[in-house]
Nanobody, 123 residues
Framework: VQLVESGGGLVQPGGSLRLSCAASGYLYGYTIGWFRQAPGKEREEVSCMSVSGSITNYLDTVKGRFTISRDLNKNTAYLQMNSLKPEDAAIYYC??????????????????WGQGTQVTVTS
């Protein structure tokens, strides 16, 4: 499945963005992960949703501010980001895996990746 992210942009601290991840095919049967990578840093998983949708995980630093969701009818996953901080600035990637039923934060577990969308948080 091919993935295309959108929704990134420039926002002030405290602002919100909603990232979208549109899939070329069905997302049913895929675990979805949202990752980010800031300059000079490792790619890290921000959030994950299991195949069933019943399990969601979040990076500690985004808990309570970010929400992962999906619409299987639209083959689209989302990451709602509220109360954004300068340290949230990064390129955000969505990823999908048909091999992992539960969440995984290993990039090697994901087979499909989007091209990334830039999130900039600055006053």
């Amino acid at each position: 499945v091919q993935l295309v992210e959108s929704g990134g942009g420039l926002v002030q601290p405290g602002g919100s963005l909603r990232l979208s991840c549109a899939a070329s095919g069905y997302l049913y049967g895929y675990t979805i992960g949202w990752f980010r990578q800031a300059p000079g840093k490792e790619r890290e998983e921000v959030s994950c949703m299991s195949v069933s949708g019943s399990i969601t995980n979040y990076l500690d630093t985004v808990k309570g501010r970010f929400t992962i969701s999906r619409d299987l009818n639209k083959n689209t996953a989302y990451l709602q980001m509220n109360s954004l901080k300068p340290e949230d600035a990064a390129i955000y990637y969505c990823a999908a895996s048909p091999r992992v039923y539960y969440c995984s934060d290993y990039t090697s577990d994901y087979d499909s990746w989007g091209q990334g969308t830039q999130v900039t948080v600055t006053s």
